[in-house]
């Protein structure tokens, strides 16, 4: 109805009282374009994955400054390989003590402690004068190798979005590999002066890269979730995933770790549950494949090796970089290769191709030395790290950064990689001796019966993670552990999940 004057006039409620009008509701939150979400993912994979560099290179840097360090100090086949493993050791502990400073402090503050470590490690490895120094300083330098390889996979892991999280993941094992092949080409260039101090300390650099990058980071939704800090894990989500795809996400987070709360239970108890304890113990087991197939005694003693062929110390270390730099290809085929292929069949694929390198490897130590040779026993190590960066190096850890519930995520991890860095340490403290007792011959095919053994070991325990949400994955590794535990108790069989790859 209008008024003489015109339209009426806009409504206004009467002071006594009709309703007043709905509000008006927030306006949304900005949508994040997906080109800036994945530069935001890139950047922090960049930084985070320096861990993976500082680890790579604090390893593979030993082989080259090995030769020099002997001459310099003295040192006999045991002590070669006390030095070689006293980074080992703390590295096994610094994996065991970064699981739980994850889970306490959160992802980001121990990647910044790690840093901090990282630098003053490399320093004092650096400027050691006598072998007790350089041991104990290489310890307090495992300390933060040993924490950084737990706690980035499991930033990564927990930061990406499902549909490239293997991806992203996997991106840590090539960082690793690119800080072994710039140890490598450091190792060549600085050789000629013999600079092995030099060739140690460098690693300085990129430990200060890490502790400045990791400022600018936050930490990850599920540890926001774990403290109840809702809104900040709600705002990275943000940046990593469409703004439809958020309350779903966060909905998920949140329920599972409900579920994980409700137990009531600290984390070593909850590790009493039968399918969690069975995780674990199929998590140590692959963190073991991963040491006892060799990997680390061609790494840390690829001149050793090459200079029982007869090559001279310069060209063996520079022939390493051969190493190096098909360690980092082959990664980044693994990496390309793992969201579609599956961790499984990588695995299996991989210790089958290993398993022959090594053998062959083995039976070329029996020929003459020659310059053939030696350029023959480097292609079979070639071949054989080929094999292992794309594959078994990639895939385990990608698994034990995703097959852990995430009550017990860190610690679980971190017991995982306790485990490997101990089996590390074992091997690089014994290879040394081992090459003097029975020859390189019989040690790599020694290796080789490993690989079959693993093998077996992955063919029958192995999970398939491929394409699932964290918190998805959770509840299908707890039915097929649970599944597994009935068929070893009942002779009637159990369905096996879908998602999970027995073939």
Known sequence: MRTAHGPRPPHRPAVGGSSPEPPVPPPPPPRTPARTARRFIVAIAAIAALGGALFGYDTGVVSGALPFMTAHFGL?????????SALLIGAAFGSLAGGRMADALGRRNSLLWAGAVFTGGAVAVALAPTVPFMALARFVLGLAVGSAS?????????????????????????????????????????????????????????????????????????????????????????????????PAELTRIEQAHDMAADARRGGWRELQRPWVRRLLLIGIGLAAVQQITGVNAVIYFAPKILATTGLGTDAAITATIAIGAVSVLATAIGMSLIDRVGRRPMLLWGLSGMTVSLALLGAAFHLPHSTAVSFLVLGLMVLYMGFMQATLNTGVWLLLAEMFPLKVRGLAMGAAVFVMWLVNFGIALAFPLL????????????????????????????????????????????????????????PTPTPVPEHTDRN
């Open 76 to 84: 006999t086949s045991l002590g070669e390989g006390v030095v070689t």
């Open 150 to 246: 737990v706690i980035t996979p499991l930033y990564l892991s927990e930061i990406a979005p499902p549909h490239v999280r293997g991806r992203l993941v996997s991106f840590n094992s090539l960082m690793i590999v690119s800080g072994q092949l710039l140890a490598y080409l450091v190792n060549a260039v600085l050789a000629h002066w013999e600079a092995w101090r030099w060739m140690l300390g460098l690693a300085a650099l990129p430990a200060v890269a890490l502790f400045l990058g990791v400022l600018f980071l936050p930490d990850t939704p599920r540890w926001y979730v774990s403290r109840g800090r809702r809104d900040e894990a709600g705002a990275v989500l943000r940046r990593t995933l469409a703004a439809d795809d958020v």
């Open 435 to 490: 090459l003097d007792a029975v020859g390189p011959a019989v040690t790599f095919w020694l290796f080789s019966a490993l690989c079959v053994a693993s093998l077996v070991f992955c063919k029958r325990y192995a999970p398939e993670t491929k394409g699932l949400a964290l918190e998805d994955l959770e509840q299908e590794l707890r039915k097929a552990a649970n599944a597994s535990t009935a068929d070893a108790t009942t």
